[in-house]
Each structure stands twice: as C-alpha cells, then as structure tokens.
C-alpha cells in the first residue's frame, strides 16, 4: 500500500478538507498511521485561540488616533507659542512694571529719581513710576502729598487724581489729598486738570503762586514762605476748615477721631508740630474750644465742646 | 448605476469594519508571531493606518488592505526574530508512555500538542490554526494569507507530517 501521505503532498490536506476520493480515503483509513493523523486533527479541533477584547482594542485605537503623531506636532506647537506668549508677557510686565513709594501715617521719605530730582514724600503718601526706560518719559503717579526739585533736563510729568502737572526745572509742592493744592517755589509750573483737554486753560504757576482747587474752581492765590511747612516738621493753616486740620493730622499721627458734634467746618488758623502728638492736639483744639479725651491704647480721639 | 459605497471615514463605518475584522486579524498574527501583546499592536497600528488612508480605501477593499497590511507589518516587525508561541513553555520533556492502548494522559498529550505546534515554522502553522483552530476554509485562508489553494493543501500535509512526527510515539493505537 502506498503512502499516500508522504509521496502525496498535497493528500492531508486534502483529508482535512474532506476532498479526497472515497477509494483514497478508505485506503487511508486502513493505514496504520490513520489513528494517530486523526487524533492529533481531533485536539486540534479543541485548541482555543486567545480570547480578544475587541471594543477595548478600539478604544484604545481612538485613542492613539487621537494623541498620534499628526496633531501632536499641532499640539507642541501650540505649547510652544504658549509658552512663548507667557515669556513675552510676564517679561513685558516686568518691563512696564512700576516702583512704588508709600509713606505710612507720620512717615516721611525722600526719594531721588534716576535723573538726579528729589522728591519729600509727606506722610500717608505714594508715589509711583516705571521701573524702566522711565527717563525717555518721565512721568511719575502721586497720591497725598509731595514737594519736588525736578532737575532741569527735559519734560517732567505728575500725574495726580486731579490733574497733570507739568514741569521744566523747578521746585514745587502737591498736596492732593481731600485738598488739592499746588505751591510753586521756584521756576513755572503747567497745571492741566483732569477733564480739561483744552490747553488754552491750563494754569501756569510760578514762583510764589499757588492754586487752591475747591470743588473743582481753581483759586489762585499766593505765598511767601520759600518751602513748604511740613518739611521743617510743621503744618501750617490759614482759614482753613477743621476738616482738613484733622485730616492732616491724621496722615501724621496714627490716630482717627470720633467727631461727634463738632462743626468741622468752622475755620482754623495756626500750626501743629509733627513730632508731638499731645503738643499737636493741643494747640489745634483748644483755640478751638474743643476738648478731647485720648483712652490709653485707643487710636481714638473722641471730640466734645 | 453604481451604489455608492460606504466611506471608511465615517466613524459607524470604521467601527463596523474595526468590530468584523480586529478580532480574527489579532488572532492571525498571534498565530504567527506567538505574541499575543505583539499581535494587537501591529493590527492596532493596521488600524490607525486605515483611518488615515480612509480616503484611499473603499470599504470592499478594507479587509484585504488590513490582512495585507497586518502580514507585512509583521514581516517588518517580528519575522527576523525567532518567534515561538507563548504556550512554549508548557513544553515537557517527553515521556515515553508504557500504557499499552491509548493515551491516559489527555491533559499532558494537549500540552505536547500545543509544543508541537509552536515548533512548525510560521508558513505552516499559520495555516494549521487558521484551518483547525479558527476552522476556515483553505478558500478563507487563501483570501487572508493570499496564497493559493494548493499552497494551503501543501502546507497543511506538511504541518500534519510533522506533528505526527512529533506526537507520534505519544499515541499509542
């Protein structure tokens, strides 16, 4: 009997298809090998393949798809300029950042600018410029009071909630607080007023001229001392209404008052001293027939007649 | 008049052709690389291609894009390693059995099976589990392998050869 399965080649597999011929198959049958093809073809049969988790496969398909190589280019770019614009801005911020002063209540400070001014900052007061390329635009932000001895060297702008103050090469105080006022001392001196866009209107100060804005009219007026008291350690007033006496005091001393009754609009004529808070209130209130009570440890100063 | 086919880039598309063809591709390849966690990567891949080229791949053409595109990202990928299947180490020494009819020791004999089978080169066991494990047809496997009929015929009368060549001594009849 021939071997079919080994002169045949193609004879088991064609077993396996069922395609060989009857007489084939029955001589195959008879073989003594029969046995062994058909029980190994048999386990086979019960082999499992592995088991496959299709719909986690696609899921996990999106998602490669999703982060693949294509938009992630796109994506790092876009990092990039992020990054990038983060860079710009925070560095631009730097760049146009601002240096800032700040008098606490009965602190004062002197500041000298780069290009060589000097600023008295009076107590409760700040002031504020660019930190850079501030000396091809010399503007400066004030709030409460200041005096200035601007060098003569190009425009100097102040800046205050009032108005704008220009400068070439002067000395001068601002007094911007519930008062607005400005001293000229030495030199001229360009007022523009907030809302005024008409430059024809600006008030021009010089040397011994002062203006006074009160409830937005401008009073012109003039003096004589040649720098402001508050630098020689003491506030002075002329007719002035209580109100603004108080407030002064209280930007140079730490205290608020409780004022209960009293008529603050009443006018106050004299000085106080800014080393010497009992001193201060003394000579302040009593001309005014004013008593005061100071509890210990209390920033409070209660008024009474 | 033409019916227009579906276009692979639609999403119920894809998924369809991903749901009717990721499971036996997988287990095409394993079968001839051995490597369940290679196999799903290299259709995964496949796959990813597919939608890529969407627009390139008529949906008739999608499954022998990916049977082809499977084989040769395994050619590429594995076939210059010598691939074994997993189960290989199931493989015992072999025991020469003295029981004098059959085999006792069916669990052990589908063991010695599993080894033998690992042992066939890939042309032949691809084949082999194809037809016996996934029970296609030569037709069906000569669609996925693309080979011939006859090729298939001839492959499998050499796996069977050689399997008995192996189990032979195991069986006793």
Same mark, same amino acid.
């Not at chain 1, 000298?112 to 635009?137: E, P, T």
């Not at chain 1, 704008?164 to 007022?191: H, M, P, S």
């Not at chain 1, 523009?192 to 011994?208: H, Q, Y």
């Not at chain 1, 004013?290 to 409070?300: L, R, W």
């Given at each position: 009997?021939?071997?079919?399965?080994?002169? +045949? +080649?193609?004879?088991?597999?064609?077993? #396996?298809?069922?395609?060989?011929?009857? +007489?084939?198959?029955?001589?195959?049958?008879?073989?003594?090998?029969?046995?062994?093809?058909? #029980? #190994?073809? &048999?386990?086979?049969?019960?082999?499992?393949?592995?088991?496959?988790?299709? $719909?986690?496969?696609?899921?996990?398909?999106?998602?490669?798809?999703?982060?693949?190589?294509?938009?992630? %280019?796109? %994506?790092? @770019?876009?990092?990039?300029?992020?990054?990038?614009?983060?860079?710009?801005?925070?560095?631009?911020?730097?760049?146009?950042?601002?240096?800032? *002063?700040?008098?606490?209540?009965?602190?004062?400070?002197?500041?000298?600018?780069?290009?060589?001014?000097?600023?008295?900052?009076?107590?409760?007061?700040?002031?504020?410029?660019? &930190?850079?390329?501030?000396?091809?635009? %010399?503007?400066?932000?004030?709030?409460? $009071?200041?005096?200035?001895?601007?060098?003569?060297?190009?425009?100097?702008?102040?800046?205050?909630? %009032?108005?704008?103050?220009?400068? @070439?090469?002067?000395?001068?105080? !601002?007094?911007?607080?519930?008062?607005?006022? #400005?001293?000229? *001392?030495?030199?001229?001196? &360009?007022?523009?007023?907030?809302?005024?866009?008409?430059?024809?209107?600006?008030?021009?100060?010089?040397?011994?001229?002062?203006?006074?804005?009160?409830?937005?009219?401008?009073? $012109?007026?003039?003096?004589?001392?040649?720098?402001?008291?508050?630098?020689?350690?003491?506030?002075?007033?002329?007719?002035?209404?209580?109100? !603004?006496?108080?407030?002064?005091?209280?930007?140079?001393?730490?205290?608020?008052?409780?004022?209960?009754?009293?008529?603050?609009? &009443?006018?106050?004529?004299?000085?106080?001293?800014?080393?010497?808070?009992?001193?201060?209130?003394?000579?302040?209130?009593?001309?005014?027939?004013?008593?005061?009570?100071?509890?210990?440890?209390?920033? !409070?100063?209660?008024?009474?007649? | 008049?033409?019916?227009?086919?579906?276009?692979?880039?639609?999403?119920?598309?894809?998924?369809?052709?991903?749901?009717?063809?990721?499971?036996?591709? =997988?287990?095409? /390849?394993?079968?001839?690389?051995?490597?369940?966690?290679?196999?799903?990567?290299?259709?995964?891949?496949?796959? /990813?291609?597919?939608?890529?080229?969407?627009?390139?791949?008529?949906?008739?053409?999608?499954?022998?894009?990916?049977?082809?595109?499977?084989?040769?990202?395994?050619?590429?990928?594995?076939?210059?390693?010598?691939?074994?299947?997993?189960?290989?180490?199931?493989? =015992?020494? =072999? /025991?020469?059995?003295?029981?004098?009819?059959?085999?006792?020791? /069916?669990?052990?004999?589908?063991?010695?099976?599993?080894?033998?089978?690992?042992?066939?080169?890939?042309?032949?066991?691809?084949?082999?589990?194809?037809?016996?494990?996934?029970?296609? =047809?030569?037709?069906?496997?000569?669609?996925?392998?693309?080979?011939?009929?006859?090729?298939?015929?001839?492959?499998?009368?050499?796996?069977?050869?050689?399997?008995?060549?192996?189990?032979?001594?195991?069986?006793?009849?």
């Amino acid at each position: 009997m021939a071997k079919n399965y080994i002169d +045949d +080649d193609t004879f088991l597999g064609r077993w #396996i298809a069922g395609a060989l011929s009857k +007489d084939e198959l029955k001589a195959f049958e008879q073989s003594e090998t029969f046995k062994q093809f058909e #029980i #190994i073809n &048999r386990e086979s049969q019960l082999l499992a393949g592995p088991n496959i988790d299709t $719909e986690t496969a696609l899921q996990i398909v999106k998602q490669k798809l999703q982060t693949g190589a294509k938009t992630s %280019k796109v %994506k790092q @770019l876009w990092y990039a300029i992020a990054v990038a614009a983060v860079l710009i801005l925070s560095l631009g911020t730097f760049l146009t950042s601002n240096k800032t *002063y700040t008098t606490a209540i009965g602190e004062k400070q002197t500041i000298r600018l780069a290009d060589g001014s000097v600023i008295n900052l009076n107590a409760n007061s700040s002031l504020s410029h660019k &930190r850079f390329f501030w000396l091809h635009n %010399k503007v400066v932000k004030l709030t409460g $009071e200041a005096y200035f001895k601007i060098v003569k060297e190009g425009p100097f702008v102040v800046n205050t909630s %009032k108005g704008a103050i220009n400068v @070439l090469g002067t000395e001068f105080n !601002i007094k911007d607080r519930t008062q607005f006022e #400005i001293k000229c *001392y030495e030199g001229k001196i &360009r007022f523009t007023k907030l809302d005024n866009t008409d430059t024809t209107k600006d008030f021009t100060l010089t040397k011994g001229s002062q203006i006074l804005l009160d409830h937005s009219m401008i009073k $012109e007026q003039t003096f004589k001392e040649d720098t402001p008291d508050w630098k020689t350690g003491i506030s002075k007033f002329t007719d002035q209404p209580l109100s !603004i006496v108080l407030e002064e005091l209280t930007c140079l001393y730490p205290i608020t008052f409780d004022i209960n009754t009293i008529d603050t609009t &009443r006018l106050f004529s004299g000085s106080f001293t800014h080393n010497n808070l009992e001193n201060a209130l003394q000579t302040t209130l009593i001309p005014m027939g004013i008593t005061y009570q100071k509890p210990e440890g209390s920033p !409070i100063i209660i008024l009474s007649k | 008049m033409l019916e227009k086919e579906p276009s692979v880039c639609e999403e119920h598309n894809y998924n369809k052709l991903f749901r009717k063809f990721y499971e036996p591709a =997988t287990k095409y /390849i394993y079968y001839k690389c051995g490597n369940f966690q290679q196999a799903e990567d290299i259709v995964q891949n496949v796959f /990813i291609k597919l939608w890529k080229l969407c627009n390139t791949i008529t949906y008739s053409k999608a499954k022998s894009y990916i049977y082809t595109a499977c084989n040769n990202l395994f050619l590429n990928d594995v076939a210059h390693q010598k691939v074994k299947l997993k189960h290989q180490k199931t493989l =015992t020494d =072999t /025991i020469d059995y003295e029981s004098p009819d059959f085999i006792i020791e /069916i669990d052990e004999f589908r063991k010695k099976l599993k080894a033998a089978i690992n042992t066939l080169s890939v042309k032949e066991r691809e084949v082999f589990l194809l037809s016996r494990v996934e029970k296609k =047809t030569y037709k069906e496997i000569a669609e996925i392998t693309g080979l011939t009929v006859k090729a298939i015929e001839r492959r499998m009368s050499i796996a069977l050869r050689e399997l008995r060549d192996i189990l032979g001594k195991d069986i006793k009849v």
